[in-house]
């Protein structure tokens, strides 16, 4: 417990009088493991803080210093784990050779291409989005809609052209790399 300035109460005073006194035991122990005084320092600190938070479940009368200690181990054993999946990069030069495209005209593409889906009537959208995006087949798409064959690929011929044409599209050759697009807008 502590009172509304943070400072500890009660058990808490001497449950922070353990926590302090374990410290030159925890620094000793963190530099066995880690041979670097920064490093340690880092560690010891993490594990007094994770002691803190989780004080209510050290078992009372029973040994601190190995609590700690596994805390600590713990800890370090983590760090570890997350530095063998990193990789140094010191002068940049593998930070240098990541790239993405930008982002805002692909965004702006697939807002006008929503825009126009919405457009479309109900019963297009629907046929389109099932045999374009959800890759159904006409057979598929007409047993889920209730209606023939033929109605779904007509639904689905008219809501391609209309698409091209709310896009501003000689046809499906405009349409850029993105597989569901062309799905969506190639003629059956």
């Known amino acids: 417990m502590t009172t509304a300035t943070g400072t500890p109460t009660g058990t808490d005073t001497e449950m922070r009088d353990l926590l302090l006194a374990a410290i030159p035991a925890l620094r000793a122990f963190a530099f066995s493991l880690t041979y670097d005084l920064d490093r340690s320092d880092d ?11 989780n004080a209510a479940s050290f078992r009372r009368g029973t040994n601190l210093t190995a609590w700690l200690f596994t805390i600590l181990r713990n800890l370090f054993y983590s760090e570890q784990r997350k530095r063998k999946r990193e990789v140094e990069d010191a002068d940049g030069v593998l930070a240098g050779k990541l790239t993405s495209l ?9 807002a006008q291409f929503q825009n126009a889906l919405n457009r479309l009537p109900p019963a297009q959208r629907e046929a389109l989005v099932l045999v374009g995006a959800q890759s159904f087949t006409y057979e598929e798409a007409a047993a889920i809609c209730g209606v023939a064959v033929g109605t ?14 709310v896009l501003g599209m000689d046809g499906s050759d405009d349409i850029g790399p993105d597989a569901q697009t062309r799905a969506a807008l190639d003629s059956p």
């Open 43 to 53: 560690l010891v600190q993490d594990t007094l803080v994770r002691a803190w938070i």
């Open 152 to 165: 779904i690929k007509s639904r689905v011929s008219r809501a391609r052209l209309r698409l091209i044409e």
């Open 102 to 110: 930008p982002e805002q005209e692909v965004r702006m593409e697939m």
